[in-house]
């Protein structure tokens, strides 16, 4: 019962702290005749809480199902399109008090030498709550559990030109008795990541659509993904499944000009026994 309680209790602190301090924008972007960023951060609870902020290199994996997950590496090498070492953070700690804001500044010193393309790092937002020591030399010592929210979100360097483009290769549907999967990999072809709309469609013999998915997909380097569909949906017969992937734009900044490719779109039938 103890055990279920700390667990209970870790995951409600963990959603409380989440919800009291936002952060904004999720990605900051950067150029070379912008070599600079903000971001901010907000505390909309009533306790005073210890905010700092650092800099990791890190971009999304998958394994052959199309499991995603974050791989963070801690040196910095400019084969990975890092940036983490060139930013400075100010303030890079700070306390922050009820219901107030502070905007943070960073700043990009990168060398001249780096090739056309898109440079990125995660910026880790890290808070707990504001505590006082106090002396318990004279009672014994007493255990306090200090919770710390590490949020994570991005900035981006753009070094011109920068083109991102996208592939869909490898198609494949697993039709097993609980769900129909498409997996397909999606292979990055420019020189930065692909930020995109990825809609995938179902359509039956008669061209009707039997289920749609639309999702945000960031693909930094190249990805296997997984769409998976109810296949009590699906009646016995043929299908067709539609993949598209569209360029998202709308959070760029003017300064910098994104080269994109055109829309891919892609099918593949498959049947239902």
Do not use: C
């Amino acid at each position: 019962m103890k055990k279920i309680f700390l667990l209970f209790l870790s995951i409600f602190t963990f959603n409380q702290l989440s919800s009291q301090i936002l952060i904004s924008p999720y990605i900051v972007y950067s150029d070379q005749q912008n070599k600079f960023g903000t971001f901010l951060v907000q505390n909309e609870s009533d306790e005073i809480y210890e905010i700092s902020v650092s800099f990791i290199f890190g971009y999304p994996i998958s394994d052959s199902l199309g499991l995603l997950s974050m791989e963070y590496v801690e040196q910095d090498s400019s084969e990975f399109y890092s940036i983490a070492s060139s930013l400075k953070a100010f303030p890079r700690k700070f306390l922050l008090n009820p219901k107030q804001r502070q905007v943070v500044r960073m700043t990009v010193k990168t060398p001249d030498t780096l090739s056309p393309g898109t440079y990125w790092s995660r910026i880790v937002t890290s808070a707990a709550p504001h505590t006082i020591s106090q002396d318990t030399s004279g009672k014994g010592i007493t255990a306090r559990i200090k919770f710390v929210l590490n949020q994570v979100t991005t900035v981006i360097y753009r070094v011109e030109p920068a083109e991102a483009g996208i592939d869909i290769k490898n198609i494949s549907v697993i039709i097993d008795s609980s769900q129909v999967k498409l997996l397909h990999s999606l292979i990055r072809t420019g020189n930065s990541p692909f930020f995109g709309d990825l809609v995938v469609k179902i359509l039956d013999k008669d061209e009707n659509v039997i289920e749609e998915s639309e999702e945000f997909v960031s693909v930094y380097f190249d990805l296997v993904k997984s769409v998976s569909f109810d296949v009590s949906k699906f009646k016995p017969g043929k299908y067709r499944a539609e993949i598209k992937v569209v360029l998202n734009e709308s959070e760029d900044i003017p300064e910098s000009r994104l080269r994109s490719t055109q829309p891919i779109f892609r099918t593949v039938e498959f049947e239902i026994p």
